[in-house]
């Protein structure tokens, strides 16, 4: 297929880029490098350099692609930087989507897949399920309840095979927002023997971004039309639990220390995924475990 992935250079776009040329499908990238880089984008793919904010130049790139596939992607996501410019999120993550969609209603693909988030879901406890109604607690996860609004809307009106993707915790190589593995990693790979962290009693459901790229790839291709999917390991690990991880890795104590300046306002004590829908689907689950993971990023595999 010919497939545009919207946010194809950045963390998990790229890695999806890299699965996707992989099994033969002509791939091309929408991206602004404002977060991801050229050297992360596969060779075999086409790089179109475009704001998803800019409705002409999204529409430039998919009459040139006229692509049969689109995974969009591109999005702002690390909640403190939405909260801190909510302005800029609205106008990426839903007046980006927009463009998008409207770009495409000439060239409807024969599937779409929206990376929404496990942030649309309530503060519940235990793994969720995807029935679970949307119950937003921050403005990233009202961000992306729109777009999986406007997507439905799209496959009503042109009969497109739509697929939400609710994504979890995502790690990995290529990480560039200072979620809690990567600063973990950083402070670690400094030689630091104490941390400072926000928030460490929450727990969250890690997953590796290649595994979760092959996901993807398989719900662009398998899915059934207008569902909607978790994507996650289905195993909640507080930050206690990453700590004590890397202690192993490493073979040396860590200790914590609180960074006031750190600690989110609001935040869910848990966020773990029931998975079941997507292995049913698809047969997928991660092949990387969390030691795996974060022994490779910390340069200890």
Avoid at 1 to 23: C, K, N, P, W
Avoid at 41 to 61: F, G, K, N, S, T
Avoid at 88 to 94: E, G, I, M, Q, T
């Amino acid at each position: 297929m010919r497939v545009l992935v919207t946010g194809g250079a950045g963390f998990i776009g790229s890695h999806l880029v890299d699965v996707l040329v992989d099994q033969g499908h002509a791939v091309a990238v929408l991206d602004d490098l404002s977060r991801g880089k050229r050297e992360w984008v596969d060779p075999r793919a086409d790089l179109h350099l475009a704001d998803i904010r800019d409705a002409d130049a999204v529409q430039r790139v998919v009459d040139a692609v006229q692509p049969e596939a689109v995974a969009h992607l591109a999005a702002l996501h690390f909640i403190p930087a939405v909260d801190d410019a909510p302005d800029l999120a609205h106008a990426v993550n839903v007046t980006g989507t927009k463009n998008v969609l409207a770009a495409l209603r000439a060239h409807a693909p024969r599937r779409l897949i929206f990376a929404s988030t496990a942030a649309v879901y309530p503060d519940v406890v235990g793994p969720i399920s995807e029935t679970t109604p949307p119950d937003p607690i921050d403005l990233y996860g009202r961000t992306k309840v729109e777009g999986e609004k406007l997507v439905t809307e799209f496959a009503q009106k042109t009969g497109a095979e739509t697929v939400i993707a609710r994504l979890f915790n995502v790690i990995g190589a290529r990480e560039t927002n200072p979620h809690l593995v990567p600063e973990v990693v950083d402070q670690l790979k400094r030689a630091e023997t104490t941390l400072r962290l926000g928030n460490t009693s929450p727990r969250r459901d890690y997953t590796d971004a290649a595994d979760v790229a092959v996901a993807l790839a398989a719900l662009l291709q398998t899915a059934p039309r207008g569902s909607t999917f978790n994507v996650g390991s289905g195993y909640g690990v507080s930050v206690v639990d990453v700590i004590r991880l890397c202690e192993k890795i490493l073979g040396r104590q860590i200790s914590v220390e609180v960074d006031p300046a750190r600690v989110r306002k609001i935040d869910r004590q848990e966020l773990v995924a029931d998975a079941t829908t997507l292995r049913e689907a698809t047969g997928w689950s991660p092949t990387r475990t969390l030691p795996q993971t974060l022994a490779a990023l910390l340069g200890e595999a």
